[in-house]
C-alpha cells in the first residue's frame, strides 16, 4: 500500500510558477509509475504528467507541454510537479496518483493510489 500526500499548491498569478510536491510512505515508489491530475468542479479527472520508473520516460497534456515538469527522486520517495507560465485555465485540485505495470498511464482508472490533491488557483 502506498500513501501519497501532494503540498505545494496555492494562489499565483497568470505567469507565475508553483512547485507540487507528492511525499510516498508505505513502500518505495521505484516500482511505481507516478502520474499528476487534476480536476475541477463537474468535470472528470484528468491526466497531465508521468513519469515512468527509473526515469524512463515522462509525458504531457499536450496543453501544459513546454510549461510542466515532471521530477521524480526516488531516494526520496517524491514526485514533483514544476508548474510555470501558469495560465488561469490551469486553476484545478491537482492529485497525484502511483500505478504498476503498464497500459494506458493517462488512464486515471488504472491507478490505484492517490493522495487527497492540493488546490492550485491561478489569477487573471
Known amino acids: 500500500q502506498v500513501q501519497l500526500v501532494e503540498s505545494g499548491g496555492g494562489l499565483v498569478q497568470a505567469g507565475g510558477s508553483l512547485r507540487l510536491s507528492c511525499a510516498a510512505s508505505?513502500?518505495?515508489?521505484?516500482?511505481?509509475?507516478m502520474g499528476w491530475f487534476r480536476q475541477t468542479p463537474g468535470k472528470d479527472r484528468e491526466f497531465v504528467a508521468c513519469v515512468l520508473t527509473m526515469n524512463r520516460g515522462t509525458y504531457y497534456m499536450n496543453t501544459v507541454k513546454g510549461r510542466f515538469t515532471i521530477s521524480r527522486d526516488d531516494a526520496k520517495n517524491t514526485v514533483y510537479l514544476q508548474m510555470n507560465s501558469l495560465q488561469p485555465e490551469d486553476t484545478a485540485a491537482y492529485y497525484c496518483a502511483a500505478r504498476l505495470g503498464g497500459g494506458d498511464f493517462s488512464y486515471a482508472g488504472s491507478y490505484p493510489y492517490w493522495g487527497q490533491g492540493t488546490q492550485v488557483t491561478v489569477s487573471s
Open positions: 508505505g513502500r518505495t515508489i521505484l516500482d511505481y509509475t
